[in-house]
Structure formats: structure tokens, C-alpha cells
């Protein structure tokens, strides 16, 4: 099946410092990505739709000068937490659209775990 | 706006019992997803759904979907301790929205 990767796989930072989180599709082609994050014992929170070569669209609530997404090709998308603070801790995960089947099917990354001190 | 309802949200399971999972969405979509994770993992896809009637199995998971009652079922049979996890239901539009989660825990 598809693979989707993230890097890193944990982070730790200071509190106020910057943090960027990698999204790639390692087998096709994702011209739409997804970002997640999702606090514990909770579900998953969509933040933002990544497009290739475009601006995100972010939902509702989620700050998009905090949380900048950039999809540089079509099998990158990075996320970055700018001046994080510690209720920015939480586990990230994006996804990659590959159309299947006449479908669109979701990959998902194996996530990231940011801890902000 | 679309919103997703899974009910029980945790379910105790006795091995080698049967068991169910709800699903409940309040708008038409395109598909519906049945997810797995596994405590501090990233989601594992067990099913995708397309049509009204589909029933998919997989070993001891079997999910249906019935669109004109807008609703999914994951069936456990037989549970079993690897079973352990927590799934989701997702509804599949112009976006993924996402259940609220079943955590499941298979007691011996």
C-alpha cells in the first residue's frame, strides 16, 4: 500500500521556539494533504487542507500565522509551530489524498508527538 | 455541518464474545471509513465503504453500511486481546470528519 512518512517522530522544544514537521508521500503523488492533531484520549482534529503550490485552507479556529503549511512539490508538506507553547503539545498527523478506484483514499503518516516545555 | 456519532465511546469485551460498534452521520457523504489505532500510533485503515448495503470482513471485523439510515457497523466476533485498540468511524466528503472514537479493551 501506499506509505506516507513523517519526520520527525517526537520532538521536544523550549517553549517559544519554532518547530517544523515534515509530511512526505514516499510512492505517489499527493496533490492534497492533510494536517491533524489530536490530544489525548481524544479524536482526530482536521487543522488545515494542504494543496500543492497553493495557499492551505485552514478550519475554523486554527491560526494560520502559528501553524504554517507549506506543500513545496507533490510529495511534501511540512507544518510548522511557530513560537510554540506548551498547549501546542500534541500528536500531529498528516495525511496524503491518492486517488484509487475512482476515489479519493487517505493515507495517514505515523504521526508526530510534539512536547513543548 | 457534517458530525460523525460513535457510540459505545469505550467497550469492555470479554474474549471469544461478540460485539458492536455504532456509527451515526448527519449528512449524505461519498464513503465511510472504519480506522484502527493503536495507543500512540498513527491510524491503520481496516475498511472503506462505498455504497449503501456494502459489507465488508476482514477476520474477525466485519463493517456495514446502510446510507439511507445514515449508518455504519463495525462487528467484532469472537474478540480476541489483539483486538485491543481504538477505531474510528470517518465520513469521507470534500474532507475527512471524524468519530468521536471507540476505545476497546478485550479483557481475558
Known amino acids: 500500500g501506499a506509505v506516507v512518512s513523517q519526520h520527525p517522530s517526537w520532538v521536544i522544544c523550549k517553549s517559544g521556539t519554532s518547530v517544523k514537521i515534515e509530511c512526505r508521500s514516499l510512492?505517489?503523488?499527493?496533490?492534497?494533504m492533510f494536517w491533524y492533531r489530536q490530544f489525548p484520549k481524544q479524536s482526530l482534529m482536521l487543522m488545515a487542507t494542504?494543496?500543492?503550490?497553493?495557499?492551505?485552507?485552514?478550519e475554523q479556529g486554527v491560526e494560520k500565522d502559528k501553524f504554517l503549511i507549506n506543500h513545496a512539490s507533490l510529495t511534501l508538506s511540512t507544518l510548522t509551530v511557530t513560537s510554540a507553547h506548551p498547549e501546542d503539545s500534541s500528536f500531529y498527523i498528516c495525511?496524503?489524498?491518492?486517488?484509487?478506484?475512482?476515489?479519493?483514499?487517505?493515507?495517514f503518516g505515523p504521526g508526530t508527538r510534539l512536547t513543548v516545555l | 455541518e457534517l458530525k460523525v456519532e460513535q457510540n459505545p465511546l469505550f467497550l469492555s469485551m470479554q474474549e471469544e464474545k461478540n460485539y458492536t460498534i455504532y456509527c451515526n452521520y448527519s449528512?449524505?457523504?461519498?464513503?465511510l471509513y472504519w480506522y484502527r489505532q493503536d495507543p500512540g500510533k498513527s491510524l491503520e485503515s481496516l475498511f472503506v465503504?462505498?455504497?449503501?448495503?456494502a459489507v465488508k470482513q476482514e477476520g474477525r471485523l466485519m463493517a456495514s453500511l446502510d446510507t439511507k439510515a445514515r449508518l455504519s457497523t463495525l462487528h467484532i466476533t469472537a474478540a480476541v486481546h489483539d483486538l485491543s485498540a481504538t477505531y474510528f468511524c470517518?465520513?469521507?466528503?470534500?474532507?475527512?470528519?471524524f468519530g468521536g472514537g471507540t476505545r476497546v479493551l478485550v479483557k481475558p
Open positions: 470517518v465520513s469521507a466528503g470534500n474532507k475527512l470528519t
Open positions: 510512492d505517489f503523488q499527493a496533490t492534497t
Open positions: 495525511s496524503a489524498s491518492r486517488p484509487r478506484g475512482g476515489t479519493d483514499t487517505q493515507y
Open positions: 494542504s494543496n500543492e503550490g497553493s495557499k492551505a485552507t485552514y
Open positions: 449528512t449524505t457523504s461519498d464513503r
Open positions: 465503504l462505498l455504497s449503501n448495503g
